[in-house]
């Protein structure tokens, strides 16, 4: 399978732990962006990497948010000090430019106690 | 402000009632209208890039349209598998960022 991929699918955790997902995008693309999705809704767009360059962020990643993509490769988004808003799913998607057409994995569906 | 609103939120059909999705937007610079396709549980999956008015698109049973304000997305004679969340979104600035409605569920009864 050459899709993008999310580890872990379902995480589970309690408040004020830290959390780390994984994507792995299709491989030849070098856009690679997240974002949360909650019940009912549209999925919000939180970060962009071109490459290895972070390029935007959205006012929703609070400092409790970080993401990277060493090697322009895989991306790591961590929360720290988890809250119940931050229950959500988080969506990976990538893209290879110039097209803006974007891929998305299956998600991690993220569940704070 | 960039905006996007779908309708209705959720529609029923009969198996072989074609019926269509609107999705109309407000944005100063419009980047590609797109629709994606979400199962429960699942990502959303690629359906149809649109990036001019009158521009159309098919796929199967799926037809995409576009115009200076809204896009349709009709459905002839659906199946009960197409039950779905349709979403619909445009793309912003430079980095292509996408901006989601809150989507259309549909559901197809046999």
């Known amino acids: 399978d050459t899709g993008v991929s999310q580890d872990p699918r379902h995480k589970i955790t309690k408040r004020g732990q830290n959390v780390t997902f994984r994507c792995d995008p299709i491989?030849?693309?070098?856009?690679l962006y997240w974002y949360r999705q909650t019940l009912g809704q549209g999925p919000e767009f939180l970060t962009y990497f071109q490459n290895e360059a972070q390029l935007e962020k959205s006012r929703l990643l609070s400092d409790r948010f970080s993401a990277e993509r060493p090697k322009g490769s895989f991306s790591t988004l961590e929360i720290q000090r988890t809250e119940q808003g931050d229950s959500a799913m988080y969506l990976c998607?990538?893209?290879?430019?110039?097209?803006?057409?974007?891929?998305f994995g299956p998600g991690t569906r993220l569940t704070v106690l | 402000e960039d905006q996007v609103t779908q309708s209705p939120e959720a529609l029923r059909l009969q198996e072989g009632e074609s019926s269509s999705l609107n999705c109309s937007y407000t944005v100063s610079g419009l980047r590609g209208l797109f629709w994606y396709r979400q199962d429960p549980g699942k990502g959303p999956e690629f359906l149809f890039t649109?990036?001019?008015a009158g521009e159309e698109k098919e796929k199967e049973r799926l037809k995409a349209t576009l115009t200076k304000k809204e896009s349709f997305l009709h459905i002839t004679a659906p199946k009960p598998e197409d039950s779905a969340t349709y979403l619909c979104a445009f793309g912003s600035g430079n980095t292509g960022k996408l901006i989601f409605g809150q989507g259309t569920t549909l559901q197809v009864k046999p």
């Open positions: 491989s030849e693309h070098n856009r």
């Open positions: 998607a990538s893209s290879l430019v110039p097209s803006n057409e974007q891929f």
């Open positions: 649109l990036y001019s």
